[in-house]
């Protein structure tokens, strides 16, 4: 079967990495290229984070394209204290050997959608700012677009970044809402689905045992990035986010959810940045986006995950 060809717009983020990890290990997946965007650190940190990550994965060659270096209206909302200084901390980075390539990524995604032969599936992980821009710049896009994947929203879970809202839809929740009106095929993996899929506990012990210096560098991002959850959600293993929707994408059968229709909070003194989800269908409106809302074998999962991981580098 053909490889899906794949664009990842990314905030890197630790959870990022084990997204854009796990996709550059899959051969499911053809990633065309990273788009970047600002997020869980400025636009200059999460771009060389991202080259950080595929130069890691010995895959210097995927380009990264720098995109928005702050959401549609609002200002940015870099968290340090969950990802820490640099983002991607727990692994002693080496520097990039390259830099990002010159294009804006959202002249690249419009550029790439246009140009490429099949419909291209975006997975987005973080502020959707760079994929309403390239809608609102060239609409015809949508018509090239496959699906879209994203991390994101919560609503049976609520949120993280306020009671209502999850943090790469709060951030910038009026780019979401352009995204889920543009009539583009779209599958939701919410907090609702992560929660439901935590890493084993001690995962990052099992990651470093493999050796290679991928599993080491993923050992550590790992180990950095439950401090915050657990002390904040009094866990013992946290879901890289992320990289549930990557796994969603490659391994729906280990997922559940339902075909619903779901709009964005843009204006709520409390609920800004919810993502309001018809459920029981109550409005009326066509379904928008398949809202995951489970999954069936979070063991499964991560023994997928570990596998692929130590098949890089
Ligand atoms: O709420 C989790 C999401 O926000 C993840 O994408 C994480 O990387 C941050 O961007
Ligand atoms: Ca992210």
Sequence with gaps: ????????????????????????????????????????????????????????????????????????????????????????????????????????????????????????????????????????????????????????????????????????????????????????PVTAVPLDCTHATPAPVNWSATLAAHGSEVMRACAGMMEFFERYGNAKYGTASRPLHDAVAVAALLWPELFTGRQCTVDVECAGELTTGMTVVDWLRQTGKPDNCLWLNGCTDPGEVYRRMEAALSRLG
């Design 1 to 184: 079967m053909a490889a899906r060809p794949v664009i990842i717009d990314t905030d890197p983020g630790q959870d990022d990495a084990f997204a854009i990890l796990l996709a550059l290990a899959s051969p499911e997946l053809e990633v065309l290229g990273l788009t970047t965007v600002a997020g869980n650190m400025g636009l200059a940190q999460t771009t060389d984070n991202a080259r950080r990550i595929v130069e890691l994965a010995g895959r210097g060659a995927v380009p990264v394209h720098a995109g928005s270096a702050r959401p549609l209206l609002r200002a940015p909302r870099p968290v340090p204290e969950i990802h820490g200084k640099m983002g991607i901390d727990g692994w002693d980075w080496a520097p990039a050997e390259r830099g990002a390539e010159p294009m804006h990524a959202v002249d690249y995604l419009v550029t790439t959608l246009n140009a490429h032969p099949e419909k291209v599936t975006l997975i987005v992980l973080g502020p959707q700012t760079n994929i309403a821009l390239a809608l609102r710049r060239a609409p015809e896009i949508a018509e090239r677009i496959e699906r879209i994947v994203f991390m994101g929203g919560g609503f049976f879970e609520g949120g993280n970044m306020s009671p209502a809202a999850e943090y790469n839809i709060l951030v910038d929740p009026e780019a979401a809402r352009i995204v889920l009106n543009a009539g583009i």
